[in-house]
């Protein structure tokens, strides 16, 4: 039998910093989020950060938590149930961090006679931290608790068809009613050393303006590439006026370059040097709304454009249960039930 695993970021079961802190833990010790020999990552996370950040970063959470709980766990749950009508094979939803974990996930289907699984990272494009951290879990996994499955996966979608054009919509509906100057696409950031690591070349990628332009197997797994690309797929789908529109990456974290340019000061330029009054921003590295597009975006971001000049800040909902991101989903699953899919 066929089944599905859903799998997205996680969050913390609750506000309380003991909570934030086991997060935190989680996430942060992933090898692949912070990619740094064990011992210094192990006295960075657990020696510095975890010993200050978790009060700071409850306190972010608490100002977007909503009754039913994180948002990014609701809406994921939104998209589950919309999801398994719409197909007769087990799904399931898992958090790569956090609850409900992949083991549950995978244990769910397992017990339901499961023994090939699609797993669908709800990520448009490819990250050491988000798509390949979840394939390598599965994979252990699999290995160690679940030898007789098999498992696959939706590669980057970033630029499938069907996936452009309900991002596109979803855009489109949410701009109908807002009067822009620019419109800013922000992904979540990564270390500039995450794109060399993920060159399977070892040789093509060079964040230097260019090589993300030219042809290279490189691109299957380059993240700053495949956040180019969205940003020019829904121009071309939406044909907008490319002069209005840009891209940026948002949550640097540590001293270490990261992707630029940076969305916080891309926000305060806009205003302070371009003159932009009124600005939109859309967020499609997120698949749900969560702490880094309702807190970071919509409330730092609209703070600190408004206090360099901005007159209107407007923030566009991620694709979250969008019923076309349902109907790709579902698309996807009835393709994987048939044979040689994926």
């Known amino acids: 039998m066929k089944g599905v695993l859903i799998v997205n970021l996680g969050s913390p079961d609750s506000i309380d910093p003991k909570d934030v802190k086991k997060y935190l833990g989680e996430f942060l010790m992933d090898e692949r989020v912070i990619d740094l020999p064990l011992w210094l990552r192990t006295f960075l996370v657990k020696g510095i950060i975890l010993n200050t950040r978790p009060k700071k970063s409850a306190a972010a959470y608490k100002k977007i938590w909503w009754k039913e709980g994180s948002p990014l766990i609701v809406l994921s749950k939104r998209l589950y149930q919309k999801v398994i ?100 696409f922000s992904y979540h950031g990564i270390p500039e050393r995450h794109i060399y690591k993920s060159d399977v070349t070892k040789s093509h990628c060079k964040i230097d303006g260019s090589c993300c332009n030219t042809p290279s197997k490189a691109h299957e797994f380059c993240y700053r590439h495949q956040c180019l690309s969205t940003t020019e797929n829904v121009i071309s789908e939406l044909n907008l006026d490319r002069k209005k529109v840009s891209t940026s990456f948002q ?92």
């Open 85 to 184: 009508k719409k197909t007769d094979i087990p799904v399931a939803l898992s958090m790569r961090y956090g609850n409900p974990s992949m083991k549950t996930g995978l244990s769910e289907l397992y017990e339901k006679g499961v023994k090939e699984v699609l797993v669908i990272p709800l990520y448009p494009q490819f990250a050491m931290a988000t798509t390949e951290t979840i394939l390598v879990l599965s994979e252990e996994l699999r290995r160690n608790y679940f030898p007789e499955m098999k498992i696959t996966h939706i590669p980057a979608f970033y630029n499938k068809p069907e996936y452009v054009k309900a991002l596109s919509n979803s855009i489109k509906e949410n701009l109908k009613n807002i009067d822009y100057d620019h419109l800013l």
């Open 251 to 342: 949550s640097r974290l540590g001293a270490n370059p990261w992707l630029q340019p940076y969305t916080a000061k891309t926000i305060v330029e806009k205003a302070e040097k371009d003159g932009i009054e009124k600005l939109a921003i859309v967020t499609p590295a997120f698949v749900s709304d969560c702490l880094e597009t309702l807190e970071e975006i919509a409330m730092e971001g609209k703070e600190e454009f408004l206090e360099s000049g901005g007159k209107e800040f407007h923030t566009i909902p991620c694709i979250n249960d969008n019923d076309e991101w349902v109907d790709v989903i579902a698309g996807w699953i009835a393709d994987f039930k048939k044979p040689k899919a994926y």
